[in-house]
């Protein structure tokens, strides 16, 4: 007797699910029959089949595995290291001519042929009970690129896109020399005694005091577009766009210089109290104000310049998008008008035809220009920046209005049940749909890709592990009933290393929480950093040293979801669990006291390391010996966290909160002291001296 639930499990994976996975405690999980099916009810259309009820899976099967041998070529193929592997998939007993037409980048021609029965096999399968494979033609191009290929096979023909790329992506894990970095958000970055949130004027501030240092890096959250108005959404992780900045942080007296007027004016700035958290949407009127002032002076001066930058970069559609949902003061699910995108804009006119608000329009393309001339500026010095490219973005985004046919937008992206949250993670993410996708030759990925890699140095790659499967939890479920969704990890990250190689930026996966096991061995073959967090590896019990990172990471003593050093002193994670119910008071009874014994583990250790200084305090004198042990450690990139330096206890995120607390809200104190030898304080000088001397300048690369 046939049995649904085996075959609705067959039909998943033939659709490029995996529902049955290896849990946090290296037990076997599985999604339930209701998850398997609404996510097959998203990805059937696109992959030739229906299947409303476990009963239907093994018809359903016969159609997806139909359907997919039908498809001769792929629509998107993979070179390294300058060699093209052109598939035909299609009954093993075919044989006849076949033929492949690559039209490079560079625009030279590259053409091959033969007979199909001479290309190796493999991946044989018996749909309909006849044998296929797939037959491969490895084509030497000799080129890295995007590269057009025509083919001609068993009676039919079509394209695809070649992606052709070096084997390691660039400045990767051994290509360097030992180095370090500060890591602060920007909207930290505040001027001293002001309201006002940080931007990309406090960022110039913190480079020009790395690089004093012979410092690389100065790390960042995201900065992309948020939505701060109505709706108000300010996580840097579920951004309203991953192709264009936040206006919020454009140094406004820069952009005032730009149009000639000296600089910004500063009247009636936001009437919040200096240490308050950071009202964002006060502080985004308060600079669109500004910006507005501006924008018709640098109209006047360098508008045709402007103009040509927008249609070349497609900002006017951007900001048609963004004019009407300031009319609307609501999420493009929610309009009226326009929810159905028009045709793209390309011109001025042509979103105006939209929106009939030139104000609006000016006032975003304008504000992207300087973005993008802002950062750019960035890009040469002695120190780079290291910017972080989140996994998704919100669902209200513009590219999901734009080209909403790439993305499920009735599920959304998250992370299965763990140690810390055992409800597992809905983080509202509409997932890519990695078949539409390739049917568009991944021209998504690439510009969000490239938008970074242009004004980074270092991408650091969220969730990592989403670029080979992304947990995916239904509409209506909970988030402990996700199923994972596979993706063409090696179209990704072939696009990953041709931009990084292009832009000379390196690349670091965060490979924090359940990582299959063919992500790491990816990472290293492909010339990817890991990540290290310090702090999970301190010492337990005196007499124990901190435990050494990978070479071949990035490593800092904590992430912006992790407590700071201060904080993860006085158990204030310990608290938040606590508070959160994600612990009962036994639970964390025993983890305070775990945490004394390691307090005083670290206090031991910082003592035989010779940091014994009386004027300095328990935890002051424990920041510097591990901050210290890193940068001597074996780790090639070190990252010092500004809040680690100034001892602050609360955290940028609590993970799995929103508004229970003020994520993403809190500036840096005293941030231009710390790395400054005359008013930094003893603890943050010691700290910081500690790293200069284990990671002396070297002389700058070259981008």
């Known amino acids: 007797m046939a049995d649904p639930r085996r075959e609705l499990l067959e039909l998943a994976r033939a659709a490029g699910l995996d529902p049955e996975y290896t849990s946090w405690r290296n037990e076997p999980a599985a999604a339930s029959s209701e ?32 359907a997919r041998w039908a498809e001769l070529a792929p629509a998107v193929v993979v070179g390294w290291g300058g060699v093209v592997d052109v598939t035909f998939a299609l009954p093993a007993d075919r044989d006849g001519d076949w033929a492949v037409e690559i039209t490079t980048e560079s625009g030279r021609r590259v053409d091959a042929a033969g007979r199909l029965f001479a290309l190796p096999a493999d991946q044989h399968a018996w749909p309909g009970g006849v044998v296929h494979c797939v037959r491969h033609a490895r084509i030497a191009v000799g080129e890295d690129g995007y590269h057009e290929v ?12 070649a992606i052709c790329a070096p084997e390691r992506a660039f400045g990767g894990p051994g ?66 766009s991953r192709l264009w900045w936040n206006e919020l942080y454009l140094d406004l007296d820069a952009f005032a210089r730009e149009a000639g007027a000296g600089v910004a004016p500063r009247a009636a700035e936001p009437p919040l109290p200096s240490r308050s958290s950071i009202d964002y949407r006060a502080q985004y009127a308060w600079r669109r104000t500004r910006i507005d002032e501006l924008v018709p002076q640098l109209l006047a001066a360098r508008g045709p310049e402007i103009d040509a930058w927008a249609q070349q970069a497609g900002a006017y559609d951007y900001a048609a998008f963004r004019a009407l949902g300031e009319r609307a003061r609501t999420g493009w699910r929610a309009w009226t008008t326009h929810a159905d995108p028009p ?82 993670q809905d983080w509202g993410l509409p997932p890519v749909s990695p078949h539409a996708s390739r049917r568009a030759r991944h021209r998504y990925v690439i510009s969000c890709v490239r938008h970074h890699v242009r004004a980074a140095g270092m991408l650091r790659i ?32 072939a696009i990953l290393a041709l931009e990084s190689s292009r832009a000379k930026c390196a690349l670091v996966g965060e490979d924090l929480g359940t990582v299959p096991p063919a992500v790491r061995p990816a990472m290293q073959r492909h010339g990817l950093f890991r990540i290290h967090v310090g702090q999970w590896f301190l010492p337990a019990r005196a007499g124990d040293r901190p435990e050494p990172s990978p070479a071949n ?29 994600l612990v009962d008071d036994t639970q964390a009874t025993t983890e305070r006291e775990q945490r004394e014994q390691q307090r005083a583990a670290v206090v031991a250790f910082a003592t035989a390391s010779g940091v014994t200084a009386s004027t300095l305090s328990d935890v002051e004198r424990a920041m510097i010996a591990v901050t210290r042990d890193l940068a001597a450690g074996p780790a090639e990139v070190v990252l010092v966290a500004l809040d680690d330096l100034v001892l602050e206890p609360v955290p940028h995120n609590v993970p799995g909160t929103t508004v229970s607390r003020p994520n993403w809200q809190r500036r840096i104190e005293r941030w231009q002291d710390v790395l400054d030898d005359t008013r930094a304080p003893a603890a943050a000088k010691a700290a910081v001296d500690a790293v200069v001397a284990a990671r002396p300048p070297k002389p700058p690369a070259t981008r």
């Open 35 to 66: 998850a398997v099916l609404a996510m097959l009810a998203m990805l059937g259309p696109e992959l030739g089949f229906r299947c409303a009820r476990p009963e239907d899976a093994a018809a359903a099967l016969v159609d997806c595995e139909r």
């Open 175 to 240: 290509d360097g020399a030992r180095r370090w970095g500060v890591f602060a958000p920007v909207y930290g970055l505040a001027p001293s005694a002001s309201p006002l949130a940080g931007d990309l004027g406090g960022l110039a501030k913190l480079f020009e005091l790395v690089a004093r240092r012979g410092g690389s890096y100065v790390a960042t959250l995201p900065i992309l577009a948020q939505f701060l108005d109505e709706p108000c959404w300010f996580s840097p992780y579920s951004p309203a």
């Open 462 to 493: 969220d969730h990592v592990m989403g670029l080979f499967r992304l947990y995916c939890v239904p509409n209506g479920r909970p988030a402990t009933d996700g199923v994972y969704l596979r993706y063409p990890h090696d179209e990704l990250l």
């Open 150 to 161: 025509r083919w001609r096979a068993a009676g039919a023909d079509g394209s695809a896109l």
């Open 343 to 424: 045709p793209f804009v390309t011109t001025r006119a042509a979103a105006l035809a939209v929106t009939a608000d030139p104000a609006r329009i000016d006032a975003h393309v304008v504000s992207q220009w300087a973005l993008a001339r802002q950062l750019a500026g960035f890009r040469d010095g002695p120190v780079q920046l290291y910017l972080d490219l989140p996994v998704g973005v919100s669902c209200d985004a513009y590219e999901v209005w734009r080209w909403r046919d790439q993305f499920l937008l009735d599920a959304a992206a998250g992370a299965p049940p763990d140690p810390l949250f055992l409800g597992g």
């Open 553 to 581: 990471c990035v490593a800092g003593l904590n992430t912006h979801d992790t407590p700071t050093f201060a904080g993860w002193w006085r158990g204030a994670d310990i608290d938040d669990k606590l508070d959160l119910k």
